[in-house]
């Protein structure tokens, strides 16, 4: 089976940690770009499918809300409410994908350029991060908007960093 090209290693095998493929692509893990970008893509995607529920949950579809002189939706045929329905359920989950996906980009480029300038890692880092993310976020709202924003982006940051750290049981 190791005749078939790209099948030199065995599955689960230790790499060369002198290979320059290998030090290429774990230097390219380790840059901050590609971290930012990761996390921007990761969760674009995790807000599509979280659009897409939330969207197919909601309580004020366009089946309920009809502007004057317009049909309602429940009057069309089933194909014509099918296509209004996705219609609707896509623009939601795009909306909210661009949103989950701005988020994490920001977030994460904040983090690992807090982290590269203190060269720590540890909970101060996500707190930091935390609190400028939900600040410029809240920006357009005013400067309460915007502490508001960096207590809350911190504390929720604070409490997964500290979840996350914490030591398996096993």
């Known amino acids: 089976m190791n005749n078939l090209p790209g ?14 493929n290998v030090k290429w692509l774990s230097n390219m893990m380790e840059s901050c770009y590609a971290k930012t970008a990761m996390a921007g893509v990761a969760g674009f ?4 499918m979280f659009g897409i529920f939330m969207a197919s949950m909601a309580y004020d579809t366009p089946f309920q809300t009809t502007p004057q002189g317009t049909t309602p939706v429940s009057s069309l045929p089933l194909k014509k409410q099918l296509a209004h329905g996705f219609k609707d359920m896509g623009k939601r989950s795009y909306s909210t994908a661009k949103n989950f996906g701005a988020v994490g980009a920001l977030f994460s480029g904040i983090e690992c350029g807090i982290e590269g300038l203190r060269a720590k890692n540890d909970l101060g880092n996500g707190v930091a991060a935390g609190c400028l993310t939900g600040a410029i976020l809240a920006r357009n709202g005013g400067p309460q908007a915007a502490a508001v924003g960096c207590a809350g982006f911190a504390a929720f940051s604070a409490a997964i960093d500290t979840w996350m750290r914490m030591p398996k049981d096993e």
Do not use: E
Not at 7 to 20: E, H, I, R, T, W
Not at 45 to 48: F, H, V
């Open 45 to 48: 995607g995790l807000g599509g």
């Open 7 to 20: 099948a030199s290693a065995p599955a689960g095998g230790q790499y060369d940690p002198n290979d320059p």
